[in-house]
C-alpha cells in the first residue's frame, strides 16, 4: 500500500548483477552531498538496506528525494521513495551501476577562497521507475575540498568559486567539461575567465549561447575582487 | 566622392535587419544569477569598420564603413536596460548614394547619430528538477535621423527622414533529445517618415524572424570562439514567400582578459528578397574591438 507519509524509516532495494558486492552504501538526503551528512545504511539482507533517520531527519515522501553512494565504485541517479503506511517505512528502489568512469575531485584555491559546487544529476536511462532529474549540493573548506563519486554520464558538476553558501539553481564552472584524468589542471585567474567565457558561448551555462562582453568583465572583476590567484582540480582517483 | 552612381540593392537588404541587432553590439546577456540579481553598471565602447554593412538597419554607408558605438547597461535582479549611441560613417566621408534607376537622380543620405533604448527581463525556464535555463526578453526602441539631398540639375533639394524602430525580441529553448536548442525570435516595425511629398524615404516595414544560435566551438591554443548563427524571416512588402530573409552569420571572437578588450571578426552573407522579387545578397564583414569603460557591481562583497 503506497501512500505519502512522514517517517524517519527508509528501506533500499539495490537491484543490478553487482548488487551482492556492496559492502558500503550511503544515502544522500535531498541533495546535500557533503560527505559527512551522508547517511551509511545498514545491511538488511541481499540487496536490501535500511537505515532510521532519527526525529531530526524525517522525510516526506512528496518532497524529498534520495540517492545512493556505493563503496568506492558508482553514485545513482535521484529518486522518490514510496510511502508504506503500514510499515511506515520510505521504500527506495536503485539500480546498482552505471559503468562510466567515477571521479574523486580535489578542488584547492589560491588564495583561499569559498567554494561550492552543485550536481545536476539526470535520470539515468536504464532505471525503472521512480528517477527523477535533482540538484545536489556541497561546500568544499575555504581553499580546499574533494567532490566524491562523480560520474560525469549521468551528470554535470558546476563550481561556484566565491560563495560561502551552495546555490542549487546557480550554473557556474561546468567540471565535466575540464577535468583531466592524468595529472592536475591548474587554472590562473584569467584562464577561469576565458573558460567560463567559452562554457558560456557553447550554452553549456544553461543560458542561450553567448559572447557576452560584459558578462565577462563582471567575472573578471568578481574573481580580482576575491583575489583569486588560481585554482586546481584534481582527480583523486 | 562621388562615384559611379551606386546603385544601393540594399535599399531593401538594408531594412532586412531591421530585427536584427547591429553587427558591431557585442552581446550583453549577463545571467542575474551571476550578480545574486545586485546591480551592475557596464559602460563600453566600441570602434570598428566594416564592409558592406547593412546590420544596422540603416542605409548602408558605402563599401567601407567605420563605427563607434557606446553602450550603457544597467542590471538588476532580473531586469536589464540599455542606453545605446552609435555613429556609423562612411570610410571617405561621404554619405550613402542612392539611384533607383538609370537616368535618375542621385540621392545622398547622411545618417546622423542612432540612439537605442533597450528593457529586458530575464526569466528562468524550469528543468523538471535540474538547474533551470535562464532566458531574456527585450523590447528594443531606435532612433535615426537622416539627411538626403537629391543631386539633380538645378539647385539640390534637401530633407530630413526620421526612422524610428520597435522590436520585440526573445529567447527560445527547447531539447531535442540530450540536445539544447536556443534561438530567438523578434518581431520588429520600422516607420520612416519626413519625406516631402513625391521624394523617397517614407516607408513602414514589419520583419519577424527566427535565430538559431548554435553552440560555439572554441579553439583554446589561440583562445578563441567561434559562434555560427543562421536567421530566417519575412518582411513585410517584398517579394517571394513568407521566408524572404536568410542570413547565416560566424563570428570569431577573442578576448583578451587582461587588457578588457575582445576581438570580433563577422562574416555575415545575407540573402533577402527585393521588391522586384530578386534575392539579392551583401556580404558583410565587420571587425571591431570592445573595450568596458566601467564596471560596477553594487553590494558585492566577496565571501572570504
Known amino acids: 500500500m503506497q501512500a505519502q507519509i512522514t517517517t524517519s524509516r527508509v528501506s533500499v532495494l539495490v537491484t543490478g548483477k553487482r548488487c551482492g558486492e556492496l559492502k558500503k552504501v550511503f544515502l544522500v538526503v535531498n541533495g546535500e552531498d557533503v560527505e559527512d551528512r551522508w547517511i551509511r545504511l545498514e545491511s538488511a539482507g541481499t540487496c536490501r538496506w535500511t537505515a532510521d533517520l532519527g526525529e531530526e531527519g524525517s522525510i516526506s515522501t512528496k518532497q524529498s528525494y534520495f540517492s545512493l553512494r556505493f563503496d568506492d565504485f558508482a553514485r545513482t541517479d535521484c529518486h522518490r521513495a514510496a510511502g508504506n503506511a503500514e510499515k511506515l517505512v520510505a521504500e527506495l528502489e536503485f539500480a546498482c551501476c552505471a559503468d562510466t568512469p567515477l571521479r574523486n575531485l580535489r578542488v584547492k584555491t589560491e588564495l583561499p577562497i569559498p567554494v561550492t559546487y552543485v550536481r545536476d544529476v539526470r535520470p539515468s536511462p536504464t532505471t525503472r521507475v521512480g528517477a527523477i532529474r535533482c540538484t545536489e549540493y556541497g561546500v568544499l573548506g575555504a581553499g580546499s575540498g574533494a567532490i566524491a563519486h562523480t560520474q560525469f554520464a549521468s551528470e554535470d558538476v558546476f563550481l561556484q568559486l566565491g560563495n560561502a553558501v551552495p546555490q542549487p539553481k546557480l550554473p557556474g564552472l561546468l567540471l565535466d567539461d575540464i577535468v583531466v584524468d592524468d595529472g592536475k589542471l591548474v587554472l590562473t585567474r584569467d584562464g577561469l575567465v576565458y573558460r567560463l567565457a567559452v562554457q558560456r558561448a557553447q550554452g553549456k551555462s544553461r543560458t542561450p549561447p553567448t559572447l557576452s562582453s560584459n558578462a565577462i568583465s563582471v567575472d573578471s572583476k568578481k574573481l580580482s575582487a576575491l583575489k583569486l590567484e588560481r585554482a586546481e582540480i584534481e582527480v583523486l582517483k | ?304
Open chain 2, 1 to 304: 566622392m562621388i562615384r559611379t552612381a551606386t546603385i544601393l540593392v540594399a535599399f531593401l537588404t538594408a531594412a532586412t535587419a531591421l530585427a536584427q541587432r547591429p553587427l558591431f553590439d557585442p552581446d550583453d546577456f549577463l545571467d542575474p544569477r551571476e550578480t545574486g540579481g545586485r546591480p551592475a553598471f557596464v559602460s563600453r565602447v566600441i570602434i570598428g569598420g566594416a564592409s558592406n554593412m547593412s546590420g544596422d538597419g540603416f542605409r548602408p554607408l558605402g563599401k567601407q564603413t567605420g563605427y563607434v558605438h557606446l553602450s550603457n547597461s544597467f542590471y538588476w535582479r532580473s531586469l536589464q536596460f540599455d542606453y545605446k549611441r552609435s555613429e556609423t560613417r562612411a570610410v571617405d566621408g561621404e554619405a550613402a548614394q542612392w539611384q533607383r534607376q538609370e537616368r535618375t537622380p542621385v540621392r545622398n543620405a547622411t545618417p546622423e547619430s542612432k540612439d537605442t533604448l533597450n528593457a529586458a527581463w530575464y526569466w528562468p525556464v524550469p528543468t523538471g528538477g535540474g538547474i533551470p535555463v535562464m532566458l531574456r526578453s527585450r523590447v528594443t526602441f531606435t532612433r535615426q535621423s537622416t539627411e538626403n539631398e537629391l543631386l539633380t540639375a538645378g539647385a539640390p533639394m534637401q530633407w530630413s527622414v526620421r526612422e524610428r524602430t520597435v522590436a520585440l525580441d526573445t529567447d527560445t529553448w527547447f531539447r531535442i533529445g540530450r540536445h539544447d536548442v536556443f534561438g530567438s525570435l523578434a518581431v520588429s516595425e520600422t516607420k520612416a517618415t519626413g519625406a516631402p511629398n513625391g521624394l523617397p524615404g517614407n516607408r513602414k516595414e514589419r520583419a519577424l524572424t527566427y535565430t538559431n544560435r548554435f553552440p560555439s566551438f572554441s579553439y583554446d591554443r589561440a583562445r578563441i570562439m567561434i559562434r555560427p548563427t543562421l536567421t530566417v524571416g519575412g518582411i513585410s512588402n517584398r517579394g517571394g514567400s513568407a521566408v524572404n530573409l536568410v542570413n547565416p552569420a560566424i563570428e570569431i571572437f577573442r578576448p583578451f582578459i587582461r587588457t578588457g578588450a575582445n576581438l570580433h571578426v563577422i562574416y555575415s552573407p545575407q540573402w533577402a528578397v527585393d521588391a522586384n522579387d530578386r534575392w539579392q545578397t551583401t556580404h558583410q564583414v565587420a571587425v571591431y574591438v570592445d573595450r568596458a569603460l566601467f564596471v560596477k557591481v553594487f553590494g558585492a562583497t566577496p565571501a572570504r
